[in-house]
């Protein structure tokens, strides 16, 4: 069964071994996938539903086009906070790729979080930022993929009915 929804993926920030797995996730389950990006992204084996976009190099660019071309029933991974709440209030899905699920009831806290912590940087309070990817993080964001993405599958099969 091909899903009517798409699955789009802020390409720029996210692990290679996150966008395999969505990759492989989309074309076993027939998902439309679309990498944005303002670069292009190496991806192997693409198949038919896979589509790599690639915007200009400017700011916020490929946040802008999904955006603008995401449905309420659509399903965004990214890091990026403030996209993030663009998209909850557009009521489209979103996880970032550590396994966080944005929500109304979250995202706020989330922003004010991002805020403070971005302050405490430009005074020169920098915390042990992690940067890299541990299998602890790849768990955490599979399970949450995998359980976020069947709710839109599910929802979505109950609506064709």
């Not at 706020?108 to 309070?125: P, Q, T, V, W």
């Not at 915390?127 to 069947?150: A, L, P």
Request: net charge positive; proline share 4%.
């Amino acid at each position: 069964m091909a899903y009517k929804f798409k699955v789009w993926i802020d390409a720029d920030s996210c692990p290679a071994r996150a966008r395999k797995f969505i990759l492989n996730f989309c074309r076993t389950k027939e998902i439309p996938l679309n990498f944005v990006a303002n670069r292009e992204i190496p991806v192997k084996d693409e198949g038919p539903l896979f589509k790599m976009i690639t915007c200009p190099q400017t700011k916020n660019a490929a946040d802008d086009y999904i955006t603008a071309h995401a449905g309420p029933n659509d399903f965004v991974v990214t890091r990026d906070i403030p996209f993030a709440a663009r998209l909850v209030e557009k009521k489209i899905s979103v996880i970032n790729d550590r396994g966080t699920v944005f929500t109304s009831e979250n995202i706020g806290e989330k922003l004010s979080e991002r805020n403070f912590n971005l302050n405490m940087a430009e005074l020169g309070f920098t915390g042990g930022r992690k940067s890299d990817y541990s299998d602890k993080d790849f768990k955490k964001f599979s399970n949450c993929f995998d359980r976020e993405i069947f709710k839109n599958m599910t929802n979505e099969t109950y609506s064709l009915k």
